[in-house]
Every structure is written in structure tokens, then in C-alpha cells.
């Protein structure tokens, strides 16, 4: 299974910015898909997962209003829509997959992608 984030870049505050990732391998059993993120000195997050069968979604408190996942069972891809950003939503995203579970904890799922950086300026 590889995963392939992508979107990120740097947004003044108040901006928006759209996150993809792009799944190929063996997806196609997955049970849900997810984003965390980790900031400089500080440990990975959770941001928001989606359940992929159904679309039921889940979200930290800290985005919760801001951001909106999605995905595109026909692309095999999942967005992370991310709107009225703050300088503290900085960090590298990392998108992660998961076979028997919605990945919300950082470092209990089965895979995760590379990253990509988000910057939000102030």
C-alpha cells in the first residue's frame, strides 16, 4: 500500500488549502482512512478520519467547523477541505489507512503516507 499526500503550501491566515491523498495497492479493504498532523517539537495529532465504506466522519475539536474530509471512493482518494486556517494548524499531514478500524489515534494504523507540509502565516 502506498499513500500519497499532497496540497500542501503556505496560506496566509484565513486562507484555505485542499489536501489529497492518493491511495494505490491494496486499499481496497481498507476500513477507514484518516489525517493527523505534527507540528515542530510537538507529537503527532489527530485531525479528522472518515469511516470509507459509509462516509461517517470524525473530527478533532481543534478543526472542527474549520476543516472537512471527503472522499472519492471512484479516485480511491481522501481531501481534507481546510478553511478559515490559523497560523497553530501549521505542521506537517500525514494521511493514514487502516484494515479493521477509523484511524484516530497517531501510531495505531496499519499504513501512512509521506506528508505534506502546511504553513499558515500570520
Known amino acids: 500500500v502506498q499513500l500519497q499526500a499532497s496540497g500542501g503550501g503556505l496560506v496566509q491566515a484565513g486562507g484555505s488549502l485542499r489536501l489529497s491523498c492518493a491511495g494505490s495497492?491494496?486499499?481496497?479493504?481498507?476500513?477507514?482512512m484518516g489525517w493527523f498532523r505534527q507540528a515542530p517539537g510537538k507529537e503527532r495529532e489527530f485531525v479528522a478520519a472518515?469511516?470509507?465504506?459509509?462516509?461517517?466522519?470524525y473530527y478533532a475539536d481543534s478543526v472542527k467547523g474549520r476543516f472537512t474530509i471527503s472522499r472519492d471512493i471512484a479516485k480511491n482518494t481522501m481531501y481534507l477541505q481546510m478553511s478559515s486556517l490559523k497560523p497553530e494548524d501549521t505542521a506537517v499531514y500525514y494521511c493514514?489507512?487502516?484494515?479493521?478500524?477509523?484511524?484516530?489515534?497517531?501510531?495505531?494504523?496499519?499504513?501512512w503516507g509521506q506528508g505534506t507540509q502546511v504553513t499558515v502565516s500570520s
Open positions: 495497492g491494496r486499499t481496497f479493504s481498507r476500513y477507514g
Open positions: 472518515i469511516r470509507w465504506s459509509v462516509g461517517t466522519t
Open positions: 493514514a489507512l487502516d484494515y479493521t478500524k477509523v484511524p484516530m489515534v497517531p501510531g495505531t494504523y496499519d499504513y
